[in-house]
């Protein structure tokens, strides 16, 4: 029988009472690691043996974990008798050797029998609680450390702690943790896995954001008595700027003083959707929110031509409520979930990126954009779709010069392609003459729309992006045209009344001063 012990995290003080009669009825247990307060205070007839060593030369933890699994099976399967494996903590807690060793003991039939351990939760909650209650005695203490916007907290696990492991937050960009529910980061063992835990934390959590640095708890030396693990309060960007990180240090982060989560904004749309909830919002449909989704997307182009960051922040908002509200209605009836969104782009970002998340090699945007384009193909053969037109898919709904640009371009693409920028200017200027010699209204009109889209075909020649470039020029004009009015004004003059000459001589002013 394999029999895996939690030692508990810290000195041998906090050893269960199973575990300890485990101990001392066996002649050698292996450790995965002799770096452990409890393991000083072993009964001292046990043969102890570890395999420190495995660190040494391992390319990864996860090569250390197979290898120890390896070595405990082969001991189970020669040696007569039990096999004691000890881990730190509890044994299900964060152990992946654990893991490892009980799938491959049940697939060989082998016995496996574990003995509990403490866990490093409880401890670091206590500390944590601990901590807390001095800070809110002192406020000044939480100032200091330029992390005054830290709320009453209750630690406890039921109130939506999320565990995760350091080494899994570090190797991410983006941590997957809820920010308006606490968290509880575990093996933060040096300032390097510190510092990279930190950064993916800052995708989520501003630089301000408090954090709790707990270390391993220990006996104070007082008989019957043990010190709760010391406690560190800092800003997160301040996580790594000091030397405190050990094997048994675990991070706490707090919740946002204010709800961020994406969780948190689909239960307020839930909410405005149910029985006791806004009647408006109730009332809503897939398509009584076209125009207000098309209101909100203008609203953030004209945030960002605008260069106005907070209204940009504000109208990504706005724009994002429609998209949970349009899935919230999805989700009522029963044809799709938001994680049914989430899933299907991020299966397809990820499909579409194999230079990214598979083996693929490119060499620039352009070898992306045309495996790009190979993949979707592939996908629509996938579905059974017939290969149609290079301008399938180009929104009908986009602004009328945005769609004839992208019509241009993707014939571009095709091999419908003009040899030089001289030759789109040709066409331009052979439009605008069929526009000015028209025969009447109705063939003006035409040849005009000829003149707007080859006006856009010869943009995207240039890669100007044609809609941007005609809505700056309308904020341009609208710029001078308030200042004109505003000159007029000063002047005592009426706009109607002044000659072409005298608005254009106020117009070259304006032109200069800017």
């Given at each position: ?178 920010p308006d529910k606490p968290a509880l980061i575990a093996q933060v063992y040096s300032r390097a896995v510190a510092s990279d835990v930190k950064l ?33 309060l800092v800003a997160l960007s301040q996580l790594d700027h000091a030397d405190r990180f050990d094997h048994l240090t675990s991070l706490y982060v ?261």
């Amino acid at each position: 029988m394999i029999i895996v012990l939690g030692l508990g995290p810290g000195d041998a003080k906090l050893l269960t009472r199973e575990a300890w009669d485990v101990l001392g009825a066996s002649a050698r247990v292996y450790l995965r690691t002799r770096r452990h307060p409890a393991v000083a205070g072993l009964p001292p007839h046990l043969a102890v043996q570890d395999f420190d060593a495995l660190y040494d030369g391992a390319t990864s933890f996860d090569d250390v974990y197979a290898r120890i699994a390896e070595a405990i099976i082969a001991v189970a399967q020669t040696t007569p008798g039990d096999v004691v494996y000890a881990v730190p903590g509890h044994p299900l807690v964060g152990e992946a050797s654990v893991w490892l060793i009980l799938r491959r003991a049940r697939q060989l039939g082998i016995p496996t029998r574990i003995v509990s351990g403490l866990s490093f939760i409880e401890p670091t909650l206590e500390a944590l609680s601990a901590e807390f209650f001095v800070l809110s005695s002192n406020p000044g203490l939480t100032a200091s450390t330029q992390t005054s916007n830290l709320k009453p907290q209750t630690f406890d696990p039921l109130d939506g702690l999320q565990i995760c492991d350091a080494l899994e937050i570090a190797a991410l960009h983006h941590p997957p943790l809820n920010p308006d529910k606490p968290a509880l980061i575990a093996q933060v063992y040096s300032r390097a896995v510190a510092s990279d835990v930190k950064l993916t934390l800052m995708n989520q959590y501003p630089p301000e954001h408090p954090v709790f640095v707990v270390r391993g708890g220990s006996s104070d030396g007082r008989k019957g008595k043990r010190a709760v693990p010391p406690c560190h309060l800092v800003a997160l960007s301040q996580l790594d700027h000091a030397d405190r990180f050990d094997h048994l240090t675990s991070l706490y982060v707090p919740p946002l003083a204010q709800p961020g989560g994406f969780e948190s904004l689909q239960e307020t749309i839930a909410h405005l959707r149910a029985p006791e909830g806004c009647p408006w919002d109730r009332e809503q449909t897939h398509e009584s929110l076209r125009s207000t989704l098309l209101e909100e997307a203008y609203e953030v182009l004209a945030a960002i031509d605008a260069g106005d960051l907070e209204a940009l922040k504000e109208e990504l908002g706005d724009l994002l409520l429609n998209v949970v509200l349009q899935a919230q209605i999805a989700t009522e009836a029963e044809e799709f979930r938001m994680c049914d969104v989430i899933a299907a782009v991020d299966a397809k970002l990820r499909r579409r990126h194999p230079h990214v998340f598979g083996d693929v090699v490119v060499n620039d945007a352009g070898e992306v954009i045309a495996n790009w384009n190979a993949i979707k193909q592939q996908e629509k053969a996938a579905k059974g779709e017939e290969e149609g037109s290079v301008l399938d898919g180009i929104a009908p709904a986009l602004p009328a010069l945005a769609q004839a640009q992208k019509m241009a371009h993707r014939a571009e693409k095709a091999g419908f392609r003009w040899n030089s920028h001289g030759d789109r200017l040709a066409k331009v200027r052979e439009e605008l003459e069929e526009a000015a010699n028209a025969r009447d209204d109705a063939h003006r009109a035409e040849e005009i729309g000829d003149l707007l889209f080859t006006i856009a075909d010869w943009a995207d020649g240039y890669g100007i992006d044609v809609e941007t470039a005609a809505r700056e020029a309308n904020l341009k004009f609208a710029r001078r045209f308030r200042a004109l009015e505003r000159i007029v004004r000063e002047r005592g003059l009426t706009l109607s009344a002044m000659s072409q000459d005298e608005m254009l001589a106020i117009w070259r002013e304006i032109k200069q001063s800017e």
